[in-house]
C-alpha cells in the first residue's frame, strides 16, 4: 500500500468519527461482547471527556484528533491534542519548556497523543485489524507533519506501547523511558496467597497495615454498575475535588463527566468508598480493562491511618484476585507502592522536535535518562517484597 494512497485528516470532535468506526480501531475485540482491553481509549471515555469539558476550549486541552483513511475508509485514528501546558500528562517536560524558552523559541503550542489526565499503558496508533503496520506509520508520519506545517515546537506520545515506541524510534522518533508500580497476579487464590509469596517482614507489615485500615470505624463497600448510585458520585466528587485541589490547584475533570461515566462507563468502573458513622468518608475509582485493573483518583475528608493503601492498592489487589485479572496498575510514581507488593515496570513515550539544535539536546538527555531509570528499576526490583525466587522470576 503506497504512502499516497493514505489520505491524513484532523478530526474537531470525536462525535464527527463516531462511535462504531472509533471503537472498530481502538477496541475490535468488544465486537463480539468481549471487554475492551483498554478502557480508556474507548469512544465512551474520550467522548465523556469532550461532552463534560474536561478536555476542549478553556483547558488546554483541545481535541484535534487524526484519523488515516484509504479510499474513504478510516483505517486508523489516534486521540490527539493541542496543548497550551504540560499539566494532566504524567511525563514531565517542563524543564525542555523552560529550556527552550530561554533560548528564545515557543514550546506552547505542542501537539499530545494521549489520553488526557490518564498515566496508562496503552496503544496510541489505534488501527482497524489488518491495517496495524500502514495504519501506525502512516498517524506518526501524519503527526510530525502536522507539526512542521503548523511551525509548532513539537509532538509527543505519551504512555504508548513498547512496541509502538519501537516503531517511533525506527521512524525517527525519541524514545523516553519512565517507569510506574504494578502489581502482578501470580494465579493467587486469595490475598492470602499473595501474602505468602512476600518475605515475613513485609508480610507482616501489610497484615498490620489493613488491620489499621480496616478498624477505621467504618466499613468498606465496592460498587460496579447499577450498583453505583447517584449519591456515591456525589460523595466521591468531594473526595476528587480535596484532592485536585491540594495537588493540581484544579481538578481537572469536571462534575459532568461522572454523571456521564455513569451512563456510558459504569460496567468498566468499581468504585470503593469507606463509610463511618453513616457518612462517606474516602473513596478510590479503578477502572476494569479487560486483563487489568486501572487505579485512577482517590480522594478522602477524613485521614484515617492507612485507609489510603487499603482502598488503593490493598482493595485494588482484592478485586483483581477475584475477577482473574493479571495486573493492578497504580497511576503514576510513588515508591511507597513498592512494599505493598507493586514492582517497577518501564513506561514508554516518543517525542519529535521541530528545531534540529533542541531535538539533539533532549536527544542527550534522554539517553541518560534511560540509563538511570534502568538503574533505578534494576535495584528496587532487587528490594522488593518478594521472596527471592519470585524477584528472580521476575527479572
Same mark, same amino acid.
Given at each position: 500500500m503506497s504512502a499516497q494512497s493514505i489520505e491524513i485528516r484532523l478530526i474537531g470532535t470525536i462525535a464527527e468519527i463516531g462511535q462504531a468506526d472509533w471503537d472498530a480501531c481502538a477496541c475490535p475485540e468488544t465486537a463480539d461482547g468481549s471487554p475492551p482491553i483498554d478502557p480508556f481509549t474507548t469512544y465512551r471515555f474520550l467522548s #465523556?471527556?469532550?461532552e463534560s469539558g474536561s478536555v476542549g476550549p478553556g483547558t488546554g486541552w483541545q481535541q484535534q484528533h487524526l484519523a488515516a483513511f484509504i479510499e474513504g475508509q478510516? !483505517? &486508523?485514528? #489516534? =486521540?490527539?491534542?493541542a496543548k497550551m501546558h504540560s499539566q494532566g500528562e504524567y511525563v514531565f517536560d517542563h524543564n525542555w519548556a523552560h529550556a527552550l524558552e530561554r533560548a528564545g523559541g515557543s514550546y506552547y503550542p505542542k501537539l499530545q !497523543?494521549?489520553? =488526557?489526565?490518564?498515566? &496508562?499503558t496503552g496503544r496510541r496508533f489505534l488501527t482497524r485489524p489488518g491495517f496495524e503496520q500502514v495504519g501506525t506509520q502512516a498517524l506518526i508520519q501524519g503527526a510530525v507533519q502536522v507539526t512542521e506545517n503548523n511551525n509548532l515546537s /513539537?509532538?509527543? !506520545?505519551? *504512555?504508548?506501547t513498547q512496541e509502538e515506541a519501537r516503531v517511533g524510534e525506527e521512524m525517527g522518533l525519541m524514545i523516553r523511558k519512565? @517507569?510506574? *508500580?504494578?502489581? %502482578?497476579? $501470580? /494465579?493467587? &487464590?486469595? *490475598?492470602d496467597g499473595f501474602l505468602a509469596s512476600l518475605n515475613a517482614r513485609k508480610r507482616k507489615n501489610i497484615r498490620k497495615e489493613r488491620a489499621q485500615a480496616q478498624g477505621f470505624g467504618g466499613d468498606i463497600h465496592s460498587f460496579t454498575g447499577d450498583q453505583i448510585q447517584p449519591e456515591h458520585w456525589d460523595a466521591f466528587w468531594r473526595f476528587y475535588q480535596d484532592t485536585g485541589a491540594r495537588k493540581w490547584g484544579t481538578p481537572y475533570l469536571t462534575r459532568q463527566f461522572f454523571d456521564i461515566? @455513569? $451512563?456510558?462507563? %459504569? $460496567? $468498566?468502573?468499581v468504585l470503593v468508598l469507606a463509610q463511618r458513622d453513616g @457518612?462517606?468518608? #474516602?473513596? &478510590?475509582?479503578? *477502572?476494569i480493562g479487560a486483563d487489568t485493573l486501572y487505579g485512577r483518583y482517590w480522594g478522602c475528608v477524613e485521614h484515617h491511618p492507612c485507609l489510603h493503601f487499603e482502598l488503593c492498592y490493598y482493595q485494588a489487589i482484592d478485586i483483581a484476585i477475584a475477577r482473574g485479572l493479571a495486573t493492578v496498575e497504580a497511576g503514576a510514581q510513588g515508591e511507597h507502592k513498592l512494599a505493598r507488593g507493586y514492582l517497577p515496570t518501564a513506561t514508554w513515550s516518543l517525542h519529535w522536535m521541530r528545531d534540529e539544535g533542541f531535538a539533539r539536546a533532549v536527544g542527550d538527555y534522554l539517553q541518560a535518562e534511560r540509563d538511570a531509570v534502568d538503574q533505578e528499576i534494576e535495584i528496587l526490583t532487587e528490594y522488593g517484597p518478594f521472596k527471592r525466587a519470585r524477584v528472580e522470576e521476575q527479572e
Open positions: #465523556a471527556l469532550e478510516l !483505517i &486508523a485514528v #489516534a =486521540p490527539l491534542y !497523543i494521549a489520553v =488526557p489526565h490518564t498515566p &496508562a /513539537s509532538v509527543h !506520545i505519551t *504512555f504508548c519512565g @517507569q510506574q *508500580f504494578h502489581w %502482578r497476579n $501470580d /494465579s493467587y &487464590a486469595d *490475598f461515566a @455513569q $451512563d456510558t462507563l %459504569r $460496567d $468498566d468502573m @457518612q462517606w468518608v #474516602a473513596g &478510590a475509582l479503578n *477502572f
